[in-house]
């Protein structure tokens, strides 16, 4: 057996297929251009589409090492990461794929060629199964010399049936496993064989060869692909631990590296590493995959892959505690993985700076918040743990969440190793009202709405050709109509005038919503009969079919007519300007703020926006949104050409080409590339697909007028152009002209006129403090001669009428003058009941703060909490405030003394 290094096995495999006809295709984004999934999760994911029929490319046969992550839905594995020796959120697949081209044979033929004869695996270290329904997978494995009857087991759908997902392309499999030897088994059965599917250590699934049958929809209905094809899927770190006799995953030269560093980082030796081996897989094996997904594009958040990122960083954090690690230290581990795995990934290396800065915020983050949330937590199975308790409640779950930020993960780590358990339903209940709570009304973006109308008329008819686009020469055409929709998206023979709906006809000057880009609008007449309709918006489908939403002003239109299509000229100029505009930007701010590769993180290019979202970790300042205004107009005002070439991805790559989004030109012959030539060298070049602007003078000037952030990470900006620009200019001067009169100066007189005023203000504001601090002060005190006795304490319980910020002012004052006491203060704002509690250190062993808290919440229709000595909360019901404060303070008069 050839003893192999991963990159080693990665380039042989690939090339391996190259040489038996297989176009190797790069690894697409772990960010999937699919909506049913959250991350790349198999090899065969960027072919969806080519597996259903939907597209189309110019080759019949893959290969490709994939970057894939399984942290969610059906594909977890995140509980298994750590104790397991093989299980990983992130890892590579290298599979084969045909599409329509070979099937069985070919595919079972060359993985056996593969394993024993390229890579020199016994052959009688191999058991192979297969589906039980399935007679032609044993009759070709048997069709090989080496291969034993014995050594196919014959397996139920739950081991050899796969699919994506719960709807998508599947179909039965043969499975290819390793065997370690009898000395292996962990099982400690005297049967111990593949067939009882039980974990046992002595078998490794090597490698599954998918045949890809059948497409499932989401009621089960399973329906035959328009081409069988072959999908395998090998893990690379599985095959790696065979090639290099290591006896887990984590012992090839894949983690090795990264132990080493955290070993390292720890102070550990060998010993003590393996004594604590799980925290040093965790934080292996999570630090590869916050590496990969940031190098894509995912920053820490709080919604979908941004929360499963900063879950990711976030337990590792806490493993590394486990370790003794203080401080930020994953940043060395993500440079390891850079270094070690830079070469096959070239975009880590591009992105190394911004990778760091992203794990550093987000250490720096969480550990704002750790201390306190472990002592939380500490005190909360302490308490549990006398009173016989072993679940932490789903409220209680949120709450560490909410206010601490550890995510349910690791707060299910921290009970697993205590002996406890989380109600995990009871936090998703939670999770689920906090989202009711805060959903704002949030538009979609333009267009979605529009492509799920589409893809539901596609499947309402016969499958469309693709539509002909003629938009980047002609702004007019003349077309035949092959399809009509009604506004419930059923085909119709006609539309008639004042209704709505979707129109396809064979070749289109209108540019369809893409890239950011919005879409053309405009008319379109019939040429057979009287008949004018307006083109409200345009979306495509997979299938490149362009689906025209109109409204019928006049007449008739029916499948079959020929047409006349006119786009809105000169909102489609305004457009142009904006895009070519958006690659200047673009570059502008790559240059100024030191990226060697793309930032862009999304954007919206229309005929009177501007908006561009880009990756960054600080707003920018005053002097570098000169820099790049300056940049850019300097770009304008030289009115560079703007080339627009067909070009091989890899040649378009070579020569700095940027595939912002890899997805859109992954499997195409030629990808289109937009180059902006400055002085003869390349200002800016990318992968394009919208319409721009012949020469950069077209724009005329730029201004970035607005700049904020989106999400941790992300900032976007608002550029105004050309007559936008004028517009915007406009209402400046006019604003301008507002506060002149208001404020009674000239536009020289402005500022110092507006200093005074801000001054006075200032006074004002500090003698009203003044007051606030006299009224508090003399409240405490009326409030102190008020007390009441209870046993062993004091209690002082009131409702006052004082903003929060003061009645916790207030709570903190009359806390101070109490030996041991209790304070309950409460107000009533907006109609809502507000509490807040505190009690003397020495009095937290009887009583509590959030308890109170918790207590009077209860009676005012709310919630609350905190920690023994401080809590706050309220209610919607204030009219029940004084009942709430004088029930409390009763049973604390009541309470029994202590010793």
Same mark, same amino acid.
């Given at each position: 057996?050839?003893?192999l290094?991963a990159? @080693?096995?990665?380039?042989?495999?690939?090339?391996? *297929?190259?040489?038996?006809?297989?176009r190797?295709?790069?690894?697409?984004?772990l960010?999937p251009?699919?909506?049913t999934l959250l991350?790349?999760?198999?090899g065969?994911?960027?072919?969806?589409?080519v597996f259903l029929?939907?597209e189309? =490319?110019p080759y019949?046969r893959?290969?490709s090492?994939q970057?894939?992550?399984?942290?969610?839905?059906?594909?977890n594995?995140?509980?298994?990461?750590?104790p397991?020796?093989?299980?990983?959120?992130f890892?590579?697949m290298?599979?084969n794929f045909? *599409?329509? %081209?070979?099937?069985?044979?070919e595919?079972?033929?060359?993985?056996?060629e593969?394993?024993?004869?390229?890579?020199g695996?016994?052959?009688?270290r191999?058991?192979i199964?297969?589906h039980?329904?399935?007679?032609?997978?044993?009759?070709y494995?048997?069709?090989?010399?080496?291969v034993?009857?014995? @050594?196919?087991?014959r397996?139920?759908?739950?081991?050899?049936f796969?699919s994506?997902?719960d709807?998508?392309?599947?179909g039965?499999?043969?499975?290819?496993?390793?065997?370690?030897g009898?000395?292996a088994?962990?099982?400690?059965?005297p049967?111990c064989s593949?067939?009882?599917d039980?974990?046992c250590?002595?078998w490794?699934?090597?490698?599954?060869?998918?045949?890809?049958?059948?497409d499932?929809a989401?009621?089960?209905?399973?329906?035959?692909l328009?081409k069988?094809?072959?999908?395998?899927g090998?893990?690379?770190?599985?095959i790696?631990?065979v090639?290099?006799?290591?006896?887990?995953?984590?012992?090839?030269?894949?983690?090795?590296?990264?132990?080493?560093k955290i070993?390292?980082?720890?102070?550990?030796?060998?010993? @003590?590493?393996?004594e604590?081996?799980v925290?040093?897989?965790?934080?292996?094996?999570?630090g590869?995959?916050?590496?990969?997904?940031i190098?894509?594009?995912?920053?820490?958040?709080?919604e979908?892959?941004?929360?499963?990122?900063r879950?990711?960083?976030?337990?590792?954090?806490r493993?590394? #505690?486990k370790?003794g690690?203080e401080?930020p230290?994953?940043?060395e581990?993500?440079?390891?993985?850079?270094q070690?795995?830079?070469?096959?990934?070239?975009?880590?290396?591009e992105?190394?700076?911004?990778?760091l800065k992203?794990?550093?915020?987000?250490e720096e983050?969480?550990?704002?918040?750790?201390?306190?949330?472990m002592?939380?937590?500490e005190q909360?199975?302490?308490?549990?743990a006398?009173?016989g308790?072993?679940?932490?409640?789903?409220?209680?779950?949120?709450?560490l969440h909410?206010?601490?930020g550890?995510?349910?993960?690791?707060?299910e780590?921290?009970?697993?190793e205590?002996?406890?358990?989380?109600?995990?339903?009871?936090?998703?209940?939670?999770?689920r #009202?906090?989202?009711?709570?805060?959903?704002?009304?949030?538009?979609?973006?333009?267009?979605?709405a529009a492509?799920?109308i589409?893809?539901?008329?596609? #499947?309402?008819?016969?499958?469309?050709?693709?539509?002909?686009?003629?938009?980047?020469?002609?702004v007019?055409?003349?077309?035949?109509?092959?399809?009509?929709?009604?506004e419930?998206?059923?085909?119709?023979?006609?539309?008639r005038e004042g209704q709505?709906g979707?129109?396809?006809?064979?070749?289109?000057? &209108?540019?369809?919503e893409?890239?950011?880009?919005?879409a %053309?609008?405009?008319?379109?007449?019939n040429?057979?009969?009287?008949?004018?309709?307006?083109?409200?918006d345009?979306q495509?489908?997979?299938r490149?079919?362009?689906?025209?939403?109109?409204e019928?002003?006049?007449?008739?239109?029916r499948?079959?007519d020929?047409?006349?299509?006119?786009?809105?000229?000169?909102?489609r100029k305004?457009?142009?300007r904006?895009?070519?505009?958006?690659?200047?930007?673009h570059?502008a701010l790559?240059?100024v703020?030191?990226?060697?590769?793309?930032?862009?993180?999304?954007?919206?290019?229309a005929?009177?926006?501007?908006r &561009?979202d880009?990756?960054?970790?600080a707003?920018?300042?005053?002097?570098e949104?000169?820099?790049?205004?300056?940049?850019?107009?300097?770009?304008i005002?030289?009115?560079c050409?703007?080339?627009?070439?067909?070009?091989?991805?890899?040649?378009?790559?070579? =020569?700095?080409?940027?595939?912002?989004?890899?997805?859109?030109?992954q499997?195409?012959?030629?990808?289109?590339?937009?180059?902006?030539?400055?002085?003869?060298?390349p200002?800016?070049v990318?992968?394009?697909g919208?319409?721009?602007?012949?020469?950069?003078?077209?724009?005329?000037?730029?201004?970035?007028?607005?700049?904020?952030?989106?999400?941790?990470?992300?900032?976007r900006?608002?550029v105004?152009?050309?007559?936008?620009?004028?517009r915007h200019?406009?209402q400046?001067?006019r604003?301008?002209?507002?506060?002149?009169?208001?404020?009674?100066?000239s536009e020289?007189?402005l500022?110092?006129?507006l200093?005074?005023?801000?001054?006075?203000r200032?006074?004002?504001?500090?003698?009203l403090?003044?007051l @606030?601090a006299?009224?508090?002060?003399?409240?405490?005190?009326?409030?102190?001669?008020r007390?009441?006795q209870?046993?062993?304490f004091?209690?002082?319980?009131?409702?006052?009428?004082?903003?929060?910020?003061?009645?916790?002012?207030?709570?903190d004052?009359?806390?101070?003058?109490l030996? #041991?006491?209790?304070?309950?203060?409460?107000?009533?704002?907006?109609? =809502?009941a507000?509490?807040?509690?505190?009690?003397?250190?020495a009095?937290?062993? =009887?009583?509590?703060?959030?308890?109170l808290v918790?207590?009077?919440?209860?009676l005012?229709?709310?919630?609350g909490?905190g920690?023994?000595?401080f809590?706050?909360?309220?209610?919607?019901?204030?009219?029940?405030?004084?009942?709430a404060?004088?029930?409390?303070?009763?049973k604390?008069?009541g309470a029994?003394?202590?010793?």
């Amino acid at each position: 057996m050839k003893a192999l290094k991963a990159a @080693q096995i990665r380039e042989s495999f690939l090339k391996f *297929f190259e040489a038996r006809g297989h176009r190797v295709v790069p690894s697409s984004s772990l960010v999937p251009d699919d909506p049913t999934l959250l991350f790349t999760n198999a090899g065969m994911v960027q072919f969806k589409n080519v597996f259903l029929g939907l597209e189309k =490319r110019p080759y019949t046969r893959a290969t490709s090492c994939q970057k894939c992550m399984r942290v969610s839905g059906k594909h977890n594995d995140l509980e298994e990461v750590g104790p397991s020796p093989r299980h990983h959120t992130f890892f590579e697949m290298l599979g084969n794929f045909s *599409f329509g %081209d070979y099937f069985k044979r070919e595919a079972i033929h060359w993985a056996w060629e593969l394993l024993t004869r390229e890579w020199g695996i016994p052959p009688e270290r191999l058991v192979i199964t297969v589906h039980k329904d399935d007679e032609e997978a044993p009759r070709y494995w048997l069709e090989l010399p080496d291969v034993r009857e014995s @050594q196919i087991l014959r397996m139920g759908d739950a081991t050899n049936f796969w699919s994506m997902g719960d709807v998508g392309p599947c179909g039965p499999t043969t499975e290819l496993h390793y065997d370690w030897g009898p000395e292996a088994c962990t099982c400690g059965r005297p049967d111990c064989s593949v067939a009882l599917d039980n974990g046992c250590g002595r078998w490794l699934e090597v490698w599954n060869l998918v045949f890809m049958q059948y497409d499932q929809a989401p009621d089960g209905r399973r329906t035959p692909l328009p081409k069988p094809g072959v999908d395998t899927g090998m893990g690379l770190e599985r095959i790696a631990s065979v090639l290099q006799h290591a006896p887990t995953n984590y012992d090839t030269d894949l983690f090795r590296p990264l132990l080493r560093k955290i070993r390292e980082l720890a102070g550990h030796s060998e010993e @003590q590493m393996r004594e604590h081996i799980v925290p040093y897989r965790v934080i292996a094996d999570h630090g590869r995959a916050m590496t990969f997904l940031i190098a894509d594009g995912v920053v820490p958040g709080n919604e979908e892959r941004s929360y499963v990122l900063r879950m990711l960083i976030r337990r590792a954090i806490r493993f590394g #505690k486990k370790l003794g690690l203080e401080g930020p230290f994953l940043g060395e581990v993500a440079r390891v993985v850079i270094q070690t795995m830079g070469d096959a990934y070239p975009e880590l290396r591009e992105r190394e700076g911004f990778i760091l800065k992203a794990i550093a915020q987000e250490e720096e983050r969480f550990e704002r918040t750790y201390q306190a949330g472990m002592a939380w937590i500490e005190q909360l199975l302490a308490e549990k743990a006398r009173k016989g308790e072993r679940v932490i409640t789903g409220e209680e779950a949120f709450f560490l969440h909410d206010t601490h930020g550890f995510h349910v993960q690791i707060i299910e780590d921290i009970a697993r190793e205590r002996g406890f358990t989380v109600d995990r339903a009871g936090f998703e209940h939670e999770m689920r #009202k906090q989202k009711e709570r805060s959903k704002a009304a949030s538009p979609l973006a333009l267009g979605k709405a529009a492509v799920a109308i589409a893809t539901e008329a596609a #499947k309402a008819t016969e499958k469309l050709p693709p539509t002909r686009f003629v938009g980047y020469e002609r702004v007019e055409a003349e077309s035949a109509v092959v399809a009509l929709f009604n506004e419930r998206n059923e085909p119709v023979d006609e539309l008639r005038e004042g209704q709505k709906g979707l129109l396809v006809v064979e070749e289109t000057p &209108f540019y369809a919503e893409a890239g950011g880009q919005v879409a %053309d609008t405009g008319l379109i007449e019939n040429k057979a009969r009287p008949g004018r309709a307006h083109v409200l918006d345009v979306q495509k489908d997979a299938r490149g079919v362009f689906y025209h939403r109109v409204e019928v002003l006049e007449g008739a239109f029916r499948r079959g007519d020929a047409c006349a299509l006119k786009i809105d000229v000169e909102r489609r100029k305004r457009t142009q300007r904006n895009h070519t505009a958006t690659h200047i930007l673009h570059a502008a701010l790559r240059e100024v703020l030191g990226h060697a590769g793309g930032i862009q993180a999304g954007s919206r290019v229309a005929p009177d926006e501007l908006r &561009f979202d880009f990756t960054h970790f600080a707003p920018l300042s005053d002097e570098e949104i000169a820099k790049v205004e300056a940049i850019a107009n300097r770009v304008i005002l030289n009115d560079c050409p703007v080339e627009i070439t067909f070009e091989p991805l890899e040649e378009a790559k070579a =020569r700095g080409a940027m595939a912002l989004f890899p997805e859109d030109y992954q499997g195409k012959e030629k990808v289109r590339v937009v180059t902006i030539r400055e002085d003869g060298r390349p200002f800016s070049v990318e992968l394009c697909g919208g319409t721009h602007v012949k020469h950069t003078g077209e724009i005329g000037l730029f201004k970035v007028v607005r700049e904020e952030g989106v999400s941790a990470g992300v900032r976007r900006v608002y550029v105004a152009t050309g007559d936008n620009l004028l517009r915007h200019l406009a209402q400046k001067e006019r604003l301008l002209k507002a506060l002149e009169e208001r404020l009674r100066a000239s536009e020289a007189e402005l500022l110092k006129k507006l200093e005074a005023l801000l001054k006075e203000r200032e006074r004002l504001e500090r003698e009203l403090e003044q007051l @606030q601090a006299q009224r508090v002060r003399a409240l405490a005190e009326e409030l102190l001669a008020r007390r009441e006795q209870a046993d062993g304490f004091e209690v002082v319980a009131a409702k006052v009428e004082l903003d929060v910020e003061a009645m916790k002012a207030l709570a903190d004052l009359i806390a101070e003058k109490l030996d #041991k006491g209790v304070v309950l203060l409460g107000t009533a704002k907006d109609g =809502r009941a507000v509490l807040v509690a505190k009690v003397s250190d020495a009095l937290t062993p =009887r009583v509590k703060a959030g308890d109170l808290v918790r207590e009077a919440a209860q009676l005012v229709g709310g919630k609350g909490g905190g920690t023994p000595r401080f809590a706050q909360g309220g209610g919607p019901d204030a009219a029940k405030l004084d009942e709430a404060l004088r029930h409390v303070a009763r049973k604390l008069k009541g309470a029994k003394a202590k010793g």
